[in-house]
């Protein structure tokens, strides 16, 4: 990133330092905290009780964001709006944010029931944001995967996300999934952080079960997770009840077996006193007959586990197809009636590759 930090990485302490330094009143801290962090005002130009001097002075030295925005789509079908994003060292990166009017509209399954949904009928606002520029998990029919790892983001590049998407939808957000381009667990500390600022009441003030993690797997980040993070939902890509379906889909899966990952979550059920969601992208001819869901069935009866099946969004890498519906919904079937709590993701924004890395593959393409 560039030589300066924006305000959204600035602790409290750290931005009573800044203005010290400065000559300039403590108070200047909470207004600028104010206007940031509960009011959503990314530019200095909108924090009008700020003379036009100081906001001149703090413009040049202390950028509210380091996030620009580069392509903005927005769906025509469901209000969906993917935006594709430049860090300060000119890296891209994806955001989507997810409307809804209330909570009869939302899907079964779309990320802001699943992350917890604000009560009432007041307008939602889900957003799923990126950790790293890129991703390393390998998932074959992935976007984010091409090209392979290009870094992690800073905890600040994470949560400016969640600020720019609300202001694009003209709302805040109610519920945020770490469910974006890259792996929250290979980006540890930075995941936390963030996590931690959606959480804080002195920040985006969201509460735990509105915050969603998802992981491949990763079971030494699960195992920290029940002991170092606000107890917020854990989402497990699973994709297939085997060994070899699942090494198949994803070529990084064979460090840790499905068994281990498994048990991870449900110790971080244990401590937190909630289930984890098992999240399962339907592949034709891959991972979604009939044998598969009664093996799936079978692994998980007795587990802390709901199931979120997915069908395969085809913008993917293009190499693999969506089951049809009705096999979608058998598969469902199939779990249902084996005791397994299971609901389909109504899917998103399909008319604006809103996928993992479908924008920015074709961006950079």
Known sequence: MGSKRPLTSLTPDELAAFLKERGLPAFRGRQLR?????????????MTNLSKELRAQLAAELPVVSLAEKTVLRSRHDGTIKALLATASGAH??????????????????????AGAADGARRKLSVCVSTQVGCAMGCAFCAST?????????????????????????????????????????????????????????????????????????????????EEWPHVNLAVSLHAPD???????????????????????GNYARVTGRRYMVEYVLIAGVNASRTHAEELAALLRRRP????????????????????????????????????????????????EAACGQLRLREES
């Open 93 to 114: 990166i994806e955001a989507v944010a997810m409307p809804e009017e209330d909570d009869a509209g939302a899907g079964a399954g779309s990320p802001e029931s699943d």
């Open 243 to 265: 060994e070899e379906t699942r090494r198949r889909i994803i070529p990084t899966a064979g460090k840790w077996g499905i068994i281990e990952i498994l048990e991870a979550a």
């Open 305 to 352: 586990a709901k199931v979120n099946l997915i069908a395969l969004n085809t913008g993917g890498q293009g190499q693999y197809s969506a089951p049809p519906e009705d096999k979608v919904k058998a598969f469902r079937d199939v779990l249902a009636e084996r005791g397994v709590e299971v609901i389909i993701r109504k899917r998103r924004g399909r008319d604006i």
């Open 146 to 226: 091409a090209g392979g790892l290009k870094g992690s983001l800073y905890h600040w590049e994470i949560v400016e996300q969640v600020l720019l998407m609300a202001k694009l939808a003209g709302t805040r957000a109610t519920s945020v999934v770490l469910m974006g381009m890259g792996e929250p667990l290979a980006n540890y500390d930075n995941s936390l952080e963030a996590v931690r600022r959606l959480n804080s009441p002195d920040c985006l003030g969201l509460g735990a079960r509105h915050i969603t993690v998802s992981t491949v797997g990763m079971v030494p980040g699960m195992v920290r997770m029940a």
């Open 34 to 46: 104010e206007w940031l962090w509960k009011k959503g005002v990314l530019d200095y130009a909108g």
